[in-house]
């Protein structure tokens, strides 16, 4: 158990069995009272940011998080497969834990696996994936200006919006935390 | 050209060449900070005088803190370092003086964040044979003063919201306010355990923020240093003024009885050693002059919290050049 002495900004709780994260937190103490302790907590299961003020005496919960590098293998339709680097043990991780991620994924590529009391519940990616495109209407040589866009599709399926001199064949780099074009890595 | 008593003049070029411009300092947007709150502390001063009270300074080095439940004192040696004056203020009340403030620093261990520091100044006066509803005209004509000395008008704005000193405060009882924004009443049933937690948690979040308010006639068990209410002993006379949602300020009708003092010393002295906190010798000197007491108001106000909201800064960082 956490006392409320410990709280401090990154710190992972848990309360009534949901893991979260402290986003802020502040010390506040009422005229002659308390102190008290004002926190911002993210439910690391379902990403909602919710306010919780602790007591000086409070016991708080340390949950049974722990954080895995592992590989993605390959969606065996039902769910993601991934790999442990260190034990080649499988993982089975369902498609709601890596949500819209899924478009960013390649095969062989090192993910962080945050597991609470044993079960996946994130996946983090690198900040940065390269991706091919393989739909967009022609570029427009020489335009380089990047404050106009259209859309293009990567092989996955996942549209995004990409400066006019983009064409079909080209790799970009894609911010996986916004899912935003970045730069272009290579032309076709 | 040599001048007459032989020293050789400046080379013009030592004059005309510009000092090198002093390396930028993380201090230098304190200054007009800084600036301000002087004028405060002159405009503070200036009230008090005007009113008939002396400035006071008392020791900062104490044998004996104030045993108050939740208050931690810094130690200095074997010493501790003041929570408030407040002691030995009212020991002067006990010898004749009539009406006394002072400004100076006060330390509480480990509080830190947007509205606390561990080293703060705070201001504190005590009217002998007055109540804390006098310090409440005290303090309405004083905040006014210093609202329109330093900032020439008391429609202040705070954080993008109006924040206006004039004319109503709004007045809520504890009572009111917890049976209002937190569904219960802690005046016939306290409960130590939820009284702080939904004080901050669900009443000071739904204070008026536009209106100074007056949140006052506490619980007898959150009374503090502050006297029972005559003809209702189930409530103290005790208030708190919040600006903008923020505490700045707590008054007292001040307790005189000193066998209730003691006792609530000694039940403090208890809970905290059940807590595992120090527990500090019990001030004799003042328990033994508490005896001569007049009757009196008083009350302690964070001036930094209240420089900080006259200069619209959003926290204490802002404020103070040297933060740790």
Redesign the interface.
């Known amino acids: 158990m956490y006392s409320a002495?410990d709280l401090r900004k990154g710190l992972k709780i848990e309360i009534e069995g949901v893991p979260f994260d402290i986003m802020e937190y502040?010390?506040?103490?009422?005229?002659?009272?308390?102190?008290?302790y004002?926190c911002r907590i993210r439910n690391l299961l379902n990403g909602n940011v919710t306010d919780k003020?602790f007591?000086?005496?409070d016991a708080i919960g340390q949950p049974d998080l722990e954080e895995r590098e592992m590989q993605f293998s390959f969606n065996d339709g039902e769910h993601f497969v991934f790999i442990e680097n260190r034990t080649y043990e499988q993982v089975m991780i369902n498609p709601e834990v890596v949500g819209e991620q899924k478009h960013f994924l390649a095969e062989d590529m090192t993910v962080k696996v945050l597991f609470h009391n044993g079960r996946p519940i994130t996946i983090a990616l690198p900040s940065y994936v390269e991706k091919k495109i393989v739909e967009t209407e022609p570029g427009a040589r020489g335009d380089t200006a990047t404050n106009v866009t259209k859309v293009a599709k990567l092989d996955t399926g996942f549209e995004v919006a990409v400066p006019l001199f983009i064409n079909e064949g080209d790799i970009i780099r894609i911010d996986t935390r916004s899912g935003k074009y970045s730069e272009r890595v290579s032309k076709k | 050209m040599e001048s007459q008593d032989g020293q050789q003049p400046l080379p013009a070029s030592a004059s005309s060449v510009a000092a090198p411009p002093p390396p930028a300092s993380a201090l230098a947007p304190f200054l007009p900070v800084l600036e301000l709150r002087s004028r405060v502390l002159q405009a503070l001063r200036g009230w008090f005088i005007e009113h008939g009270f002396i400035e006071v300074e008392t020791p900062v080095r104490l044998a004996t803190p104030a045993l108050e439940l939740h208050l931690d004192a810094e130690p200095a040696g074997d010493h501790f370092l003041r929570t408030s004056p407040e002691l030995h203020m009212k020991r002067l009340l006990a010898a004749g003086a009539a009406r006394i403030f002072q400004l100076g620093p006060c330390f509480r261990r480990g509080e830190r964040g947007r509205l606390h520091n561990p080293e703060y100044t705070m201001l504190e006066w005590y009217r002998a044979n007055a109540t804390y509803a006098d310090i409440l005209l005290d303090t309405k004509r004083l905040i006014l003063a210093v609202a329109r000395a330093v900032r020439g008008t008391t429609d202040l704005r705070y954080q993008g919201r109006p924040l206006l000193l004039a004319p109503v405060w709004e007045r809520l009882t504890v009572a009111q306010a917890f049976i209002q924004y937190a569904g219960w009443d802690p005046v016939r049933n306290y409960d130590a355990a939820r009284f702080d937690f939904d004080l901050v948690d669900k009443v000071e979040p739904k204070l008026p923020r536009e209106v100074p308010v007056i949140l006052t006639d506490y619980p007898v068990a959150a009374a503090a240093l502050s006297r029972r209410k005559p003809g209702q002993p189930e409530v103290a006379e005790r208030w708190e003024l919040y600006l903008a949602g923020i505490e700045i300020a707590n008054a007292y009708s001040e307790l005189t009885d000193p066998a209730e003092q003691r006792a609530r010393f000694e039940d403090h002295a208890r809970q905290r050693a059940a807590r595992g906190k120090p527990a500090y010798p019990l001030d004799e000197e003042f328990l033994a002059d508490l005896a001569h007491m007049p009757p009196a108001g008083g009350i302690a106000l964070g001036v930094d919290r209240l420089v900080m909201i006259l200069a619209d800064l959003a926290t204490l960082s802002d404020l103070l050049p040297f933060r740790e």
């Open positions: 002495s502040e010390f506040y103490r009422p005229g002659k009272g308390q102190a008290m004002k003020t007591r000086e005496v």
